[in-house]
């Protein structure tokens, strides 16, 4: 009896072991040849599944979004304006392990986006999802009166979206200087100065 190949699996393999290249050695040095050694599998099998490095590093990018995506799906998320506000912006922002590689490389691939239009595109999308995000969490805030009536609301979106992602670049690119508790704190501050 043939085995049965889960391939959605197998690609989450792939991923794993770009995003572990990538981490090691930036994203030049994710070929083809290098992500098959870190997975343990030929090259051939890698290019089974993607039949160029380009095609690869797309995968791996998108598959950040999905991993975001899904951390900002959990259910258990606190009831209170305030509370909620800060847990979604703190589930993407690398305040624990798996949120921190997805930033690393992130922060990695801002290098693509400047030169590979597809590579730039999925990140235009993803921006415009955490400047929506931030849009929201500042519309639940002002329904729920933690936001002065004066507040431009375009404007704070554009200021949280900013913090959100100097937030991000910081605490992989100086991590000594915006561990998880100090992110916490700037997130804090920020939503208890728009009252």
């Known amino acids: 009896m043939p085995k049965i190949v889960d391939h959605e699996e197998r690609r989450w393999e792939l991923v794993r072991a770009v995003w572990a290249v990538i981490r090691e050695r930036g994203v030049a040095g994710a070929s083809v040849r290098a992500v098959a050694r870190q997975a343990?599998?030929?090259?051939?099998?890698?290019?089974?599944?993607f039949s160029s490095q380009s095609q690869l590093l797309l995968?791996?990018?998108?598959?950040?979004?999905e991993a975001a995506e899904r951390r900002l799906l959990a259910a258990d998320l606190p009831g209170d304006p305030r509370g909620r506000a800060l847990a979604q912006l703190e589930r993407l922002l690398p305040t624990d392990p798996d949120a921190r590689v997805a930033t690393e490389i992130w922060v990695a691939f801002?290098?693509?986006?400047?030169?590979?239009?597809?590579?730039g595109e999925l990140n235009a999308g993803d921006t415009r999802a955490v400047a929506d995000l931030c849009r929201e969490v500042l519309d639940e805030l002002s329904a729920a009166g933690l936001v002065a009536e004066h507040r431009d609301l375009e404007l704070e979106t554009r200021l949280l979206h900013a913090l959100f992602d100097g937030i991000a670049l910081h605490s992989v690119t100086a991590p000594g200087l915006m561990p998880p508790d100090r992110i916490r704190q700037l997130l804090e501050y920020h939503l208890d100065h728009l009252r």
């Open 110 to 119: 801002l290098s693509l986006v400047l030169v590979d239009d597809e590579a």
């Open 40 to 49: 343990g599998w030929s090259p051939s099998s890698v290019q089974y599944y």
């Open 59 to 65: 995968f791996a990018l998108r598959a950040i979004s």
